[in-house]
């Protein structure tokens, strides 16, 4: 079965930049959306279609996608931003959607 | 606004049956494709499947096919995930979502239900 693979956590000092990536073989020709999860809460759309901000997401985050690996950039992290990070996507034939294991982000 | 509003938690026995439900508002329901994504305590997100209210055209992640049905009634703009027989292993936060385009089957999801805890436990 099709597999995301994302790092287990990521720690930055606040104003750095976090980068959370997300390897998956299908990634060149599937688009990446990125979900911010804050503890005891649903998650949140923060980035889709690779690079795309939903209205109301702040510009430090951002997204890019190279070859077999999406990545999401935070720029000037925030203490606000810790929460789990997941990638979704799909492979290649579009019928199998997952998420990556997703990613613990600290910023202290 | 556009939302959708989850059932409240459940707490069932091992072998009862459970329907929960994913009200959608402020948009047209029928157009959507809407998603059901499982979250056991502690783990991370896992897609289930999805369903088209418009014609009820559904697609299950192989692990779910058989272990879930997800259904909708577009007439209240609402669909269901339900269970015939529960395991204490369905023990999860279940959360409803709407993918971002209109008809779009192959998209991310945008609006997020505040999800529906089951605790399936003897």
């Known amino acids: 079965s099709y597999e995301l693979t994302q790092p287990p956590s990521v720690s930055v000092s606040p104003g750095q930049t976090a980068r959370i990536t997300c390897s998956g073989d299908?990634?060149?020709?599937?688009?990446a959306y990125w979900y911010q999860q804050k503890s005891g809460q649903a998650p949140v759309l923060v980035i889709y279609?690779?690079?795309k901000r939903p209205s109301g997401i702040p510009e430090r985050f951002s997204g890019s996608s190279s070859g077999t690996m999406a990545t999401l950039t935070i720029s000037g992290a925030q203490v606000k931003d810790e929460a789990d990070y997941y990638c979704y996507s799909t492979d290649s034939s579009g019928n199998h959607r997952v998420f990556g294991g997703g990613t613990k982000l600290t910023v202290l | 606004e556009v939302q959708l509003v989850q059932s409240g938690a459940e707490v069932k026995k091992p072998g009862e049956s459970l329907k929960i439900s994913c009200k959608g508002s402020?948009?047209?329901?029928?157009?959507?494709?809407i998603g059901w994504v499982r979250q056991m305590p502690g783990k991370g997100l896992e897609w289930m499947g999805i369903?088209?209210?418009?014609?009820?055209?559904?697609r299950y992640r192989p692990s779910f096919q058989g272990q879930v049905t997800i259904s909708a009634d577009k007439s209240i703009s609402t669909a269901y995930m339900q269970w015939s027989s529960l395991k204490a292993s369905d023990t999860a936060m279940y959360y409803c979502?709407?993918?971002?385009?209109?008809?779009?089957?192959?998209?991310?999801?945008?609006?997020w239900g505040q999800g529906t805890m089951v605790t399936v436990s003897s």
């Open positions: 979502a709407r993918h971002i385009g209109e008809q779009q089957i192959h998209d991310g999801f945008d609006i």
């Open positions: 402020g948009y047209r329901f029928t157009r959507y494709w």
């Open positions: 279609e690779d690079s």
């Open positions: 299908a990634l060149p020709k599937k688009y």
């Open positions: 369903i088209y209210p418009g014609d009820s055209d559904s």
